[in-house]
C-alpha cells in the first residue's frame, strides 16, 4: 500500500500541490447551468424516444459511459481512501476535496440529461442500479505508485472524453457542462501528474515497473456499466475517445513529454525492462488506433 514509505516522502508535495489547487479551482455552482424553465414533470406512462432530444447515437453512448462512469465514485473515494489516505493527514484532505469535487459532475450532467430527455431515463436508472451494484473500482488499491499512474493517465483520459462529448452537443448548455466538468478533470490530471512526477524521481525504480503495469492493462473505470462495449465502440466511431486519442493525447504527452522516461538514467534491470515494456506496448496502442482508423466506416452520424 505504501512501499518504502513513499507516501511520506510525497507528504510536503501533496501539500505544495493542494494548495496550488486550491489557487487555481474555481468555484462554480451546478444549479446554474441546468435550464430548468425547460422541465416538464415525467407521467409514469410516459416513454422515452430518440426524437425526445436531438443529437447522436454517439453523444448519447459518451454521456452514458460518461455520466454512469461519474455516478460511481463511491468506489473511487474507496479506492483513492484504501490507497492513499487511510492515514488521513494531508492525504486525506486532498482525497475529501477531490470527492467532493467529483460528486457535482453526476449532479449537474443527469440534471441536463433529465431536463432535456437527452436519455432514457428508465434505462439509464436501471443501468446506475447496477453499476453501482457491481462495485468496481480501480484494481490498484495495493501500490500507492500505480494508483498515481492510473489516476493520472485516467483523469487526463477522462478530460479528453468529457471535452470531445461536449464538442459534438450542440446544445450550448450542454456544451458549457461538459467544458466546466472537463476543466475540473483537468486540474485532477495535472495534481496526479505532477505527483507522479515526484514519485518518479524519488523513486525510479520502483515507479517504472509500476508504471508499466499500469499503462498495459489500462482501461476507462465503465466495468460494469451495461452496454460497456458496445457504447465504447459508439464513441471511438465517432472520435470521441479511441485508441488513437489514448495514445496521441494521453500516453505521448504524459509518458514521453512530461515523465520523460526515454532519457531517464541509471535505472536497474528491472526499470529498464519496464521502461522497453512501456514504449513496445505505447506502439501497441498507436497501430490499433491505426487498424481502426482504417476499419472505421465512413458514415454520417446517425441522429438516433
Ligand atoms: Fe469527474
Ligand atoms: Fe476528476
Do not use: C
Not at 20 to 25: F, K, T
Not at 170 to 187: M, Q
Amino acid at each position: 500500500m505504501n512501499p518504502g514509505g513513499i507516501l511520506d516522502e510525497l507528504a510536503p508535495t501533496v501539500v505544495s500541490l493542494y494548495e496550488r489547487h486550491l489557487s487555481m479551482a474555481k468555484e462554480w455552482f451546478p444549479h446554474q447551468m441546468v435550464q430548468w424553465s425547460r422541465g416538464q414533470d415525467y407521467d409514469p406512462e410516459w416513454t422515452w424516444s430518440a426524437g425526445d432530444f436531438q443529437t447522436t447515437k454517439a453523444v448519447r453512448s459518451a454521456l452514458f459511459l460518461n455520466l454512469l462512469t461519474e455516478d460511481n465514485l463511491p468506489f473511487y473515494t474507496l479506492a483513492l481512501h484504501r490507497t492513499f489516505s487511510a492515514d488521513g493527514g494531508i492525504w486525506g484532505e486532498w482525497s475529501r476535496r477531490w470527492t467532493s469535487e467529483e460528486d457535482r459532475h453526476s449532479t449537474v450532467i443527469r440534471d441536463w440529461i433529465h431536463i432535456n430527455r437527452v436519455i432514457d431515463p428508465v434505462a439509464l436508472e436501471r443501468a446506475r442500479m447496477k453499476q453501482i451494484g457491481v462495485g468496481y473500482y480501480p484494481d490498484y488499491a495495493t501500490n500507492a505508485l500505480e494508483g498515481l499512474v492510473y489516476v493520472s493517465l485516467q483523469e487526463l483520459a477522462t478530460r479528453i472524453a468529457h471535452h470531445n462529448t461536449g464538442k459534438h452537443i450542440e446544445d450550448p448548455a450542454g456544451k458549457a457542462i461538459l467544458t466546466r466538468v472537463a476543466a475540473d478533470e483537468n486540474l485532477h490530471f495535472l495534481f496526479y501528474r505532477d505527483l507522479a512526477t515526484v514519485a518518479l524521481e524519488l523513486d525510479p525504480n520502483a515507479m517504472m515497473p509500476a508504471m508499466a503495469r499500469m499503462v498495459k492493462t489500462f482501461e476507462m473505470p465503465g466495468t460494469g456499466i451495461p452496454g460497456f462495449e458496445k457504447h465504447s465502440y459508439n464513441v471511438a466511431l465517432a472520435k470521441i475517445f479511441d485508441y488513437t486519442q489514448f495514445h496521441d493525447q494521453v500516453l505521448v504527452p504524459v509518458v514521453l513529454r512530461h515523465w520523460k522516461i526515454e532519457s531517464l538514467t541509471g535505472l536497474d534491470d528491472g526499470a529498464e525492462r519496464a521502461r522497453d515494456e512501456i514504449l513496445a506496448h505505447m506502439a501497441l496502442v498507436a497501430e490499433m488506433g491505426e487498424r481502426f482508423s482504417k476499419i472505421r466506416p465512413v458514415v454520417a452520424p446517425q441522429y438516433v
